[in-house]
C-alpha cells in the first residue's frame, strides 16, 4: 500500500492530505501564539488534541479528490490534458487551503472561536458577506499574495508532484486503497466529538485545540437541531409546571396558566395608554461603549449618556447572543435562545406569538426600517409573517445615499423612519416601528457630514461615536414631530461588539444598554441594577402601554418585577445558559450540566459539584429551554394556537 501511495496517482492525495494537515498545524500555532501564549497551562495538550481534529478534517477534505482518482481509467490519468489540469488542481487547492487559514484567522479575531453557526448564517448570504470583507480588510493584496504562495509551493513541491506518474495503480489495488481508506475514516469519524477539544477551563483555549473545518461541519449538522436527544431533558409535564412558576409575575391572573403551555393573562397594573412604539436595535452597541455604563476620560457616547438622564435605564442587561437576529428574535418574540440558528433563519418561524402581531391585533401600524437588504439572515421574511406589515429596507433609499456593505448609513435609516412615522401618525392610527441600525459594523464607514472621524480613536471607536451621534439627532428631530409626545422608545443594543474572554459563556461580550425613554411617562434619570435579558422588552413595553392580554412571552415586565427575580438567558456556540443572581447554570451536548459562580468581574469559577441551590438552576434552565424548544416545534407558540390537547401530536417544524 506505501508503494502505490508514493509512487501513483494517490501520492496527489497524500501531498493534498499532509498540505493540510501542515496548513492547520500552522493556523492552530498562530492562533495560540496569538490570542492564548505558550506558557499558559494546557497549551501542549491543546497542540496534541488539535492534531487529532486535524487528521479527521484531512481525511474528510481528501475525500474527493482520493475517490476521483480512485474512479478515474488509467488512459484518462496519462493523457496530457489531464495532467495539465491536476497541476491547476494543485495550485488551487494550496490557495484554498491557505485562503481558508487566513479567513479564519480574521474569524477568530472577531469571534474568539472557530467557524460556528455565525459562519454558517454569513455563508448564505455571499453578498453582503464578501462586499464587507473588501471593504474591511486589504483583500485584494492577500489573494494576490495567496496566490504567489500556492504557485511557489506547487514549485517547489514539483519533482514530487511529477512522482504521481511513475507507476500505473491497478484497478484491484485501488479498490483495495479505498476499502481501507474508508475505513480508517468511518473510524475516525466515530471516536472524534466536539467533547474531546474542552482540554481546559479556558474557552478560548477549547476552541483554538479544535479544528475550523470540524467546528463548522457540526455547526451546519446542528442548525436546526431539536433539543431533545442532545441536551438534558425532563418530563414535560415537569418542565412546564416549572415554567408556570418562573414565569409568574406581580401582572399575571392568579391560576389563569393554559396546562401544558405558557399561556397566561396579564392583567393591565397601570392605566392605558395607546402609544406609539419605537424600538431601535443600535448594531453592536455594547454596554463597553457607554460612558455612563462604563466610565472613560472621553465618553464615546455623550447622546445616549444624555438620553438616559431623560428616561429609564437597566444597567445589568444582556442580550440573548451575539447575533443581530438573536436581538430580533428576543425583542419580537421574547423567547429563549434555543440551540443552534435563531428561529429567524429556521422553517416554521411564521405566525409566532409576538410583540408587532399582538400590538397589530391591538390596531397597531407595523413598521421595520433597516439600511439593508431584508432577505438577509431571513429577518424579512420573519418579520413580514410576524406581524411587520411594511418594511424599508435598502432598495427604498434615493440614489446617492451613504452605503457600506451592510447598506445606508444610520443618519439615513433614522430620517427614512421619521418619514414614514409621520404618514402612520397621519392615519390616527397608533404605530409599533423597530428600527435596525448597520453603521457600527465593520469596515466601520460612515459619511463625515456632520460628525468628523477622530484620527486618534480606532475605526469602532469612531464608528461607535457615529452611531451615537445619530442617534442623538434621531431623538432631537423627533422631538419636533407631531407624534412624539404620545410615543415610547426603546432605545438599545442589539448585542456587544465582539466575543472575546476564556470563559464558556463570556459575559461581558453580551452585556448591552437597554433604555426606555418617554418623557413624561418613564420615569427621567432613573437606573435599575435588576439582572435583565433583551427578551424581557417585549412584555415591559406592554406593560407600559397598560394592556391587558394573553401572554405567552417567556420574557417578564420589568417594571414589576421583584429586582432579586432577575434572570438573563444566553447562547454561545453551541451551549445555552441561564444567569441569576451570581449563578450562571450552562447547558451543553449530550446532555452535560454545568454550573458556575459568577464574580463582579464577570469571571466563571466552577462549581463541582452543585449545592441545592445551583441543582435547582440548572433545572430553572432545562425547563425554560426544552419548554421554549417544545412551544415552538409543537405550535403552542403561535399567535393562534392549536387546542391544547392537540399539541402533543403535532410534528415540529422543519
Known amino acids: 500500500m506505501t508503494r502505490l501511495l508514493l509512487k501513483t496517482r494517490y501520492r496527489f492525495a497524500l501531498l493534498f492530505f499532509l498540505f493540510s494537515l501542515g496548513i492547520s498545524l500552522v493556523t492552530r500555532l498562530a492562533l495560540l501564539s496569538t490570542h492564548h501564549g505558550w506558557t499558559k497551562p494546557w497549551a501542549a495538550t491543546a497542540l496534541a488534541v488539535g492534531e487529532v481534529y486535524d487528521l479527521l478534517a484531512a481525511l474528510w477534505l481528501t475525500l474527493p479528490l482520493f475517490l476521483f482518482l480512485t474512479v478515474l481509467p488509467e488512459r484518462w490519468f496519462q493523457t496530457r490534458w489531464l495532467r495539465a489540469a491536476l497541476w491547476f488542481y494543485s495550485a488551487a487547492a494550496v490557495f484554498a487551503l491557505l485562503f481558508v487559514s487566513v479567513i479564519e484567522g480574521f474569524f477568530f479575531a472577531e469571534f474568539d472561536g472557530r467557524f460556528n453557526f455565525v459562519a454558517v448564517d454569513y455563508l448564505m448570504f455571499p453578498t453582503e458577506v464578501v462586499t464587507n470583507i473588501w471593504e474591511s480588510y486589504p483583500t485584494g493584496w492577500i489573494v494576490a499574495g495567496l496566490a504567489v504562495l500556492s504557485a511557489g509551493a506547487v514549485f517547489l513541491m514539483r519533482h514530487q508532484i511529477r512522482r504521481a506518474w511513475d507507476e500505473p495503480a491497478h484497478p484491484l489495488r485501488r479498490a483495495q486503497l479505498t476499502a481501507l481508506y474508508a475505513g480508517v475514516l468511518a473510524a475516525a469519524t466515530w471516536t472524534v466529538s466536539p467533547s474531546l477539544a474542552q482540554v481546559s477551563q479556558d474557552r478560548a483555549l477549547n476552541e483554538i485545540a479544535s479544528n475550523g473545518y470540524y467546528t463548522f461541519w457540526m455547526a451546519l449538522l446542528g442548525s436546526d437541531a431539536p433539543y431533545e436527544g442532545i441536551y438534558a431533558t425532563r418530563p414535560m409535564v415537569t418542565v412546564t409546571e416549572r415554567l408556570h412558576r418562573l414565569l409568574d409575575e406581580p401582572a399575571a391572573v392568579p391560576a389563569?396558566?393554559?396546562?401544558?403551555?405558557?399561556?397566561?393573562?396579564?392583567?393591565?397594573?397601570?392605566?392605558?395608554?395607546?402609544?406609539?412604539?419605537?424600538?431601535?436595535?443600535?448594531?453592536?452597541?455594547g454596554s463597553e461603549f457607554i460612558g455612563v455604563l462604563h466610565p472613560r476620560p472621553r465618553s464615546l457616547t455623550p447622546q445616549f449618556d444624555a438620553l438616559s438622564r431623560e428616561g429609564t435605564l437597566f444597567t445589568h442587561a444582556y442580550s440573548t447572543g451575539n447575533r443581530t437576529i438573536r436581538a430580533i428574535e428576543a425583542t419580537t418574540a421574547s423567547l429563549p435562545p434555543l440551540p443552534g440558528v435563531s428561529i429567524v433563519r429556521r422553517s416554521g418561524s411564521e405566525g409566532l406569538f409576538t410583540l408587532p402581531s399582538l400590538l397589530r391585533s391591538q390596531g397597531y401600524q407595523t413598521l421595520w426600517v433597516y439600511g439593508g437588504r431584508a432577505l438577509f439572515d431571513g429577518m424579512g421574511g420573519y418579520l413580514k409573517s410576524n406581524g411587520v406589515d411594511r418594511i424599508v429596507e435598502q432598495k427604498h433609499y434615493p440614489k446617492g445615499t451613504f452605503m457600506t456593505?451592510?447598506?445606508a448609513a444610520d443618519e439615513s435609516i433614522f430620517d427614512q423612519a421619521l418619514v414614514e412615522m409621520d404618514r402612520m401618525h397621519a392615519t390616527g392610527r397608533p404605530f409599533y416601528t423597530l428600527i435596525l441600525s448597520v453603521s457600527n459594523h465593520r469596515p466601520f464607514d460612515f459619511p463625515e457630514t456632520e460628525l468628523k472621524g477622530d484620527p486618534n480613536l480606532k475605526g469602532r471607536e469612531n464608528a461607535v461615536r457615529y452611531a451615537d451621534h445619530s442617534l442623538g439627532r434621531f431623538i432631537r428631530q423627533a422631538k419636533s414631530h407631531a407624534f412624539f409626545s404620545n410615543t415610547l422608545f426603546v432605545l438599545m443594543g442589539d448585542h456587544g461588539a465582539r466575543v472575546y474572554g476564556a470563559a464558556e459563556i463570556p459575559l461581558p461580550s453580551y452585556e448591552v444598554p437597554i433604555l426606555f425613554y418617554a418623557p413624561g411617562v418613564i420615569p427621567a434619570g432613573k437606573r435599575l441594577a435588576t439582572l435583565a435579558s433583551s427578551m424581557d422588552v417585549p412584555p415591559t413595553v406592554v406593560g407600559a402601554l397598560g394592556l391587558s392580554y394573553e401572554s405567552k412571552f417567556f420574557g417578564r415586565d420589568l417594571f414589576r418585577l421583584d429586582p432579586a427575580e432577575g434572570r438573563a438567558l444566553m447562547t454561545h456556540n453551541n451551549v445555552v445558559a441561564l444567569m441569576q443572581g451570581s449563578r450562571l447554570a450552562v447547558l451543553g451536548l449530550r446532555g452535560a450540566t454545568e454550573l458556575y459562580d459568577v464574580t463582579p468581574e464577570s469571571e466563571l469559577i466552577p462549581v463541582n459539584p452543585p449545592d441545592a441551590a445551583g441543582h435547582a438552576l440548572i433545572e430553572d434552565a432545562i425547563a425554560y429551554y426544552y419548554g421554549a424548544d417544545h412551544a415552538y416545534r409543537s405550535g403552542a407558540y403561535a399567535f393562534t394556537a392549536p387546542p391544547v390537547e392537540q399539541l402533543a401530536h403535532r410534528q415540529p417544524p422543519g
Not at 403551555?261 to 453592536?284: D, F, H, Y
Open 256 to 285: 389563569s396558566f393554559v396546562p401544558g403551555t405558557t399561556r397566561r393573562q396579564i392583567r393591565a397594573l397601570g392605566p392605558a395608554r395607546r402609544m406609539n412604539v419605537v424600538i431601535v436595535l443600535e448594531e453592536s452597541l
Open 405 to 407: 456593505a451592510w447598506g
